[in-house]
């Protein structure tokens, strides 16, 4: 009897584009007066205690390899509400145990959150948004931002923003546990968009057939 060993999908996400040669919705969409800024080191402490990582050192790093981060006060500065990051070079993708690597002009949103007593008053897309607003007069021309296929919240706040769905990302595992990562385009995404995204995961993923509409809800 013949025995083959099914491979199993261990992960999907979605990566979504924001163009930034195009205009920036006026208006933010947080549901609470906040303010939105540029954190530096000189707020590492802080920043460690809201993303509960064990050490300031942690935040001190990615300022160090140049990463920027974005808050949300509220309270005229005393409550930090939200925070996000952003890599202009290349990052870890843990999720999915791939590399982004960045062309020119692009940059990474990542490790995004909202504190709990503060979430669902759409913080999260409008500190996207004003990032956006930020990037866009540095001069950046693209950023990408991913989620998990489960995180609803995250995806939600993503699309309230106006990022587009580029392309989701499935990681499968083989019967020797090699890894293999399709990468599915949604529906009428521009060629030049997947192949920037295809470029930036390159060399580990496959460009495969599109989603059906039907499934691109
Ligand atoms: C994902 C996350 C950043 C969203 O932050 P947020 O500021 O609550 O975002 P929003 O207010 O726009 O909420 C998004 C959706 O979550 C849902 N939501 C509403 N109230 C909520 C609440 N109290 N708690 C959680 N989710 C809520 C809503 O469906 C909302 O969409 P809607 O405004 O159209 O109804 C936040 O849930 C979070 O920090 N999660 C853990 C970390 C994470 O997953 N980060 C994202 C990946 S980097």
Redesign the pocket.
Known sequence: MSHVAASVVQHTGTFWAFDLDRPIMTGL?A?LPAIFLRAGPERAEELAAAMQVASPAVVVERFARGCQCYVAYLEGGKTLA?YGWISFNHEEIGELELTIRLRPGRAYI???????P????????ALLVSIARVLQEQGLRRLWIG?DAS????R??IE?AGFQAVADVTCIAGPEQQKRYLLRPWPGVPEERLQDLSQSLSPKVELVAPQDESQSA
């Open positions: 969409p549901r939200s990542w490790d995004c959150a909202t504190l709990p503060y979430r669902g008053r759409r913080l999260y897309p989620a995180n609803y919240a995250s939600r706040g309230v």
